[in-house]
Every structure is written in C-alpha cells, then in structure tokens.
C-alpha cells in the first residue's frame, strides 16, 4: 500500500476537491504513479484529521477525473487513465469510467455481468434479425398471434387464463396506463391510488386533468374500509394499485387484502388498474387482481422490471369483450403499435427460457444487494424486501430529504425524495434508494457506506468537514 500523505494546505479548494486535486498533481509529479493503492478511507481521514465523509467524496471526486478506481475488498487504485498517465479529456469522454454518478434514483432492474446469461440474450437478437426486413414493416396493433400466444404463456404464470382477443402487446405500461385512464376516468373525476404511489400516474393524472385522490395504508397495502369510504364521498371511476413490490414502499398485498379490496371493488363496481411491474420478481406472489376479479381489471403486465426497460413493452389483459376496441383505437391513435423488434425479442427469449434466465439472475442479484443493505444500514431503519429493487429510507437525526437528497447528490449519488410520490398531505421525510441499474456491486456498496455514515450523524456535522 502506497503511504501516501497529502497536505490539504497545497491546494485552496475544499477540503474534498483538494484530494482529488491533490491526487493529480502527484500523478503529475511522480509521487504517485499507476497502480498505486491509496490508504483506506478511513486511515487517511484519521490522518488528516477530516470526516470520513469527506475522504469519501474526494476518492469519489478523484474517480469521476478518471484518476482511481475503487475494489471492494481491495481498495481504491490510482489508474491514470487509460493512457497510462493523467487522463486527457479525450481519454475521459471515452472511458466509461466516465459514468461515475451514481445514479441510484432510477427503479431498475439490475444488469447481468455473466458472459454467458449475455451470450445468451444476444444469440436470440440475432436470430430475431434474421428476419429483420418484415420487422421494419408495420404491423398490426396487440401483437400477432405468436406474439400474443407468448403473453399468455407468460402470463399464465401468475395465474391468468386469458383468451388471446383480450391480450394486448402495447409499447410499455405508461402509454397502456393514459390509454386506460382515459377510458375510464374523464377530466375533473376522481381517480384513488395508494397515498403514496408510482410516480407515473400522478404524471398521467395531471396530464389527463383528472382527480387523483390518495387512499391511506398499513403494512399490507390500502385499507379496504377507506376504500369503501372514498367509494361513498368520491364516486370515484377507478382505483389504480401497484399491488406486489409496491414503488416505493416495496410492500405486497396479501391474497386476503386482495380479496377484501375486490370485494369493495365489486360493491361499487369501480375498475381495477393493476400495474403488474414487478409482479414476476417473487417467486410466490399472492395471484394478481386480474386472477380474482377478471371482470374488473385491467392488468398491465410491464416487462420493464423482469426483462429490462429497454424492450418498451407491456402485456394487457382487458377486463372483457366490449373494452377491447375503445382501448385499441385510443392506443392506434396515440402509439400506433409496440416495435415489431422487441416484440419478436420478447417472444424469442419467452420461448427458448431466456426470460427464465433473466428472471434467476433477478431474484438473486436482487437478493444478494438486499443482504449488502442490510450489513450496512441498522435493522429497522428503512424498509424493503429480500428481492426489491429499492428501499424505502425514513430520515432521522435532523435530516430533512431536501438536505438528504442534496447531500448525496454533492457525492455523486442520486436518490428520489418523497415528495415525487405522495399524492395528497404532508410528505414524509423519507427518500427512495434504488439498487439496480447498470452499477455494479462494488459502486453500489461504496455509495451505501457514504450514505450510511451520513446516516449516523447530523446534516450540520456532514456539512462541516466540506
């Protein structure tokens, strides 16, 4: 290990801005030379007589200049660049280190690093580009019936038996979700959802101009009784759930609370909206909406969250005969049809397993990060599940998720306040945390250690060693 021992006074930026300047400068000078370790984090800010936090950011620094390069286990290396020296500006725009923020605000699956899982993804694109030329072509709206036979059987997972005319292929779940609301709910009606919910129908409400009205909630998703006293007062035209890994809140209604939810559903006859996203990810997940009460959901199947967000797809089951044309003209009209492309794609990896594959991968990444959170963050002090892919992060010690968020965001980090998904009333101070994503274990993990030493002190104390 290099004892490397800077003098912060050498440089008049802060005091995280002058390690990484100070890191260049002996690169420059041959005091550090590629492949040197530097001290750990927290040996050098002893040594320096700083925060933690702030030797973390400056290596962060240092790592977005393209300068060091961070191993969990290993420690953080001076890399140069790729040419060997300090990195040119041509070299960074280049390098794909260049990508350091860390952009944990974006719920996304995370990516497969086994060779062998992308062989794989890859052999079906090109076997679906074997037949390219029809594919540029336009085609029919909701899929063709091969296209239409591979929903089913995907859907047929969860439990759904669904003839192929109420099946449609559409171009992702947000162009399926405005389509529907539209249908359903006119400018100026009410429209219920979780208090806090996705932020993609509070967008679609807004855009729509409807009425959306928050129901309020325990451990196992919305109250079926202010559900029933919302139907009373709001006459409501439907009632929108993201029902299994909830965004944010990462909880799963119980095959009783479901059953409960329906049955006020019934009583009132109001619509089901069920935006299935993650609904693939556990393994037993309680039957969805559309398995309970098939007369009156509308299930929107997204592949954005199983397979990868991408593939711009969705899978929706219409409640029955008579929705099938009003939903497919205001699709036609808006979309026009899902690409042929990733269409074909789909089908392909649905029909040879790849989609299983995917999915294995899924489940024990999504595990195997949850269980870096949980040796990281004390029990009991954000919630999630063992195969979401975020946390939902209450704030304590004087924290408020503007100052949070901004705090994260100085590092590099990105995480989403809850403000962006609370429907109605005071937001709580809490903040969701992604997992997935293109960034790999060991980014994710150092973004946590930072996060989780902020957490144990105040803003005033972050902010004071910067």
């Not at 794909?96 to 079906?124: C, H, K, Q």
């Not at 806090?196 to 129908?201: A, D, F, L, Q, S």
């Not at 299930?299 to 044309?325: E, F, N």
Request: proline share 8%.
């Amino acid at each position: 290990m290099k004892d490397w021992r800077p003098d912060l006074s050498r440089s008049s930026s802060p005091r995280y801005m002058a390690i990484a300047d100070l890191i260049e400068m002996d690169l420059r000078n041959g005091v550090l030379a590629v492949g040197d370790r530097l001290p750990p984090q927290r040996e050098l800010a002893g040594h320096l007589g700083v925060d933690f936090t702030t030797v973390a950011r400056g290596y962060v620094e240092a790592q977005k200049r393209g300068l060091v390069e961070s191993h969990v286990g290993r420690g953080t290396f001076v890399t140069g660049g790729p040419t060997g020296g300090v990195a040119t500006t041509s070299d960074i725009a280049a390098d794909p280190r260049r990508e350091a923020a860390i952009d944990l605000s974006m719920n996304l699956p995370p990516e497969p690093p086994d060779p062998v899982l992308i062989a794989r993804m890859r052999d079906g694109m090109a076997a679906v580009s074997s037949n390219l030329l029809s594919l540029l072509r336009y085609q029919g709206f909701g899929g063709s019936p091969m296209d239409k036979e591979a929903a089913a059987i995907w859907l047929a997972r969860r439990g759904m038996e669904t003839p192929h005319e109420r099946i449609f292929v559409t171009p992702g779940a947000h162009p399926a979700l405005l389509a529907i609301c539209g249908l359903l709910v006119k400018a100026g009606e009410t429209i219920l959802s979780e208090i806090i919910t996705y932020p993609g129908i509070r967008s679609i409400a807004a855009q729509l101009g409807l009425t959306l009205s928050g129901l309020p909630m325990d451990d196992e998703g919305i109250l079926p009784d202010a559900f029933a006293d919302a139907c009373e007062r709001l006459k409501p035209k439907a009632l929108y759930l993201n029902p299994t890994l909830q965004n944010p809140l990462t909880l799963t209604i119980s095959k009783q609370r479901r059953e409960d939810i329906c049955a006020v559903a019934r009583k009132y006859r109001v619509p089901i909206i069920e935006d299935d996203a993650y609904g693939f990810i556990p393994l037993q997940a309680p039957p969805p909406f559309s398995a309970l009460a098939p007369d009156l959901t509308w299930h929107i199947g997204g592949l954005a969250k199983c397979l990868g967000a991408g593939l711009r797809l969705a899978y929706v089951v219409a409640p029955d005969s008579k929705s099938i044309w009003p939903f497919a003209g205001a699709m036609r009209a808006a979309n026009v049809m899902a690409s042929p492309v990733t269409m074909a794609l789909s089908t392909r990896w649905i029909e040879d397993g790849t989609a299983d594959a995917i999915l294995r991968f899924l489940r024990d990444e999504a595990s195997a990060r949850q269980d870096m959170v949980a040796a990281i963050l004390p029990a009991g002090s954000y919630r999630s599940d063992p195969i979401s892919f975020n946390i939902w992060l209450p704030l304590t010690n004087g924290w408020t998720r503007s100052i949070f968020a901004a705090h994260m965001r100085s590092a590099g980090i990105g995480v989403v306040a809850s403000d962006a998904f609370t429907v109605e009333g005071a937001a709580p101070e809490a903040v969701r945390v992604c997992l997935g994503g293109p960034i790999d274990r060991e980014k994710l993990q150092s973004a946590l250690e930072f996060m989780g030493h902020a957490l144990e002190g105040s803003p005033e104390r972050s902010a004071s060693f910067f």
